[in-house]
């Protein structure tokens, strides 16, 4: 099992970037996806999650709004969509997989994989 998250990089605050999250050695269909983060001297912090049943979506409060996550299982895929990025939204991002027997709203992964680093300055 695999999971490479990538898209990260520097942007001015307002700006946006879109994350992609790469999974092989599973199937994507199967299991609900979340993306989380950390920033220095900061606890870990779940950030949008997305259900592989139904589409439905778990949505930290500081981001809604402003960030959007998606699934293309065919290719094996969940996307991160930020807009108006804000400097407070610096952090490395992660995207970990959600066991088969829990739900996005326990923000428990069983797999993740490297982060991509998302600085917001100006």
């Known amino acids: 099992v695999q999971l490479q998250a990538s898209g990260g990089g520097s942007v001015q605050p307002g700006g946006s970037l879109r994350l992609s999250c790469a999974a092989s050695?599973?199937?994507?269909?199967?299991?609900?996806i979340g993306w989380f983060r950390q920033a220095p001297g900061k606890g870990r912090e779940g950030v949008q999650c997305?259900?592989?049943?139904?589409?439905?979506?778990y949505v930290a409060a500081s981001v809604k709004g402003r960030f959007t996550i998606s699934r293309d299982n065919a290719k094996s895929t969940v996307y991160l969509q930020m807009n108006n990025l804000k400097p407070e939204d610096t952090a490395v991002y992660s995207c970990?997989?959600?066991?088969?027997?829990?739900?996005?709203?326990?923000?428990?992964?069983?797999?993740w994989g490297q982060g991509t680093q998302v600085t917001v300055s100006s």
């Open positions: 050695g599973f199937s994507l269909d199967l299991y609900a």
């Open positions: 970990g997989r959600v066991p088969r027997e829990g739900q996005c709203t326990d923000l428990e992964y069983d797999y």
């Open positions: 997305i259900d592989n049943k139904d589409g439905r979506t």
